[in-house]
C-alpha cells in the first residue's frame, strides 16, 4: 500500500506551547487528508478534513483556532496544536487519499501517529 | 445513533475458533467499508474494504456487507493470539470522510 510518514511519533510539551505535527504521503499525491483524534481506550475521533489548496473542514466542537491544519502540497499537511493545555494530550493521527474521481475508490492510508503529552 | 457503531468487548475466542465482528451504521448513502485492525500505541491497519454487498475473502478474513440492513461484519477464521487486537469498522460516506466506529477488542486465548 501507499506510505504516509507522520512526524514526531511523540512529543512532550509544555503547557501554553505550540507543536506543530506533519503528515506527508511519500509515494502518492494526496488531495485529501484527514486528521484524528484518539483518547485511551477509544475510537478515532475525526477532527478535520482538508483539501490541498484549500481550507479545512472542521467538525463539529473542534476549535479551529486551536487546531490549524495546513495542506499546502499534494503531500504535506501539518497540524498546529496552539497553546496546548494537557487535556489535549492525546494521540493523533493523519491519513490520506488519492484523488477518486481520477484514479478510483480507496481507503485513507495512516500515519504512524504522534503521541502528544502537555505538561 | 452515533455514526457507526460496534459492540465494544471484549470478545474473547480460543485459539483456532472463528471471531465474528459486527458493525451497524446510520447513513444509508455510505459507498465504502472498511476494517482496520489497532494494536495498543499504534495507528490502524487496514485488514479488509469492501464496497458491494455480499461476502469479500481474503486468507482467513472474510467481510460481509448487506446494505439493505445496513450492516458490515468481519469474521476471522483458525483465530490465533497475534490476532488480539482492537478491530475498528470504518465507513466512508458520500462526502468523502471515513468514520469509525468505537471498536472491538478482541483476545484470541493460547
Known amino acids: 500500500g501507499a506510505v504516509v510518514s507522520q512526524h514526531p511519533s511523540r512529543v512532550i510539551c509544555k503547557s501554553g506551547t505550540s507543536v506543530k505535527i506533519e503528515c506527508r504521503s511519500l509515494?502518492?499525491?494526496?488531495?485529501?487528508m484527514f486528521w484524528y483524534r484518539q483518547f485511551p481506550k477509544q475510537s478515532l475521533m475525526l477532527m478535520a478534513t482538508?483539501?490541498?489548496?484549500?481550507?479545512?473542514?472542521?467538525e463539529q466542537g473542534v476549535e479551529k483556532d486551536k487546531f490549524l491544519i495546513n495542506h499546502a502540497s499534494l503531500t504535506l499537511s501539518t497540524l498546529t496544536v496552539t497553546s496546548a493545555h494537557p487535556e489535549d494530550s492525546s494521540f493523533y493521527i493523519c491519513?490520506?487519499?488519492?484523488?477518486?474521481?481520477?484514479?478510483?475508490?480507496?481507503?485513507?492510508?495512516f500515519g504512524q501517529g504522534t503521541r502528544l503529552t502537555v505538561v | 445513533q452515533k455514526e457507526v457503531e460496534q459492540n465494544s468487548g471484549p470478545l474473547s475466542v480460543p485459539e483456532g475458533a472463528i471471531a465474528s465482528l459486527n458493525c451497524t451504521y446510520s447513513?444509508?448513502?455510505?459507498?465504502?467499508f472498511f476494517w482496520y485492525r489497532q494494536y495498543s500505541g499504534k495507528s490502524p491497519e487496514l485488514i479488509m474494504f469492501?464496497?458491494?454487498?455480499g461476502d469479500k475473502e481474503d486468507g482467513r478474513f472474510t467481510a460481509q456487507l448487506n446494505k439493505a440492513s445496513q450492516y458490515v461484519s468481519l469474521l476471522i477464521r483458525d483465530s490465533q493470539p497475534s490476532d488480539s487486537a482492537t478491530y475498528l469498522c470504518?465507513?466512508?460516506?458520500?462526502?468523502?470522510?471515513?468514520?469509525f466506529g468505537q471498536g472491538t477488542e478482541l483476545s484470541v486465548k493460547p
Open positions: 491519513s490520506a487519499r488519492w484523488d477518486r474521481v481520477k484514479w478510483g475508490n480507496t481507503e485513507a492510508f
Open positions: 509515494d502518492f499525491q494526496a488531495t485529501t
Open positions: 482538508s483539501n490541498e489548496g484549500s481550507k479545512a473542514t472542521y
Open positions: 447513513d444509508r448513502g455510505s459507498q465504502s
Open positions: 469492501i464496497y458491494s454487498n
Open positions: 470504518a465507513v466512508s460516506n458520500q462526502g468523502g470522510k471515513l468514520i
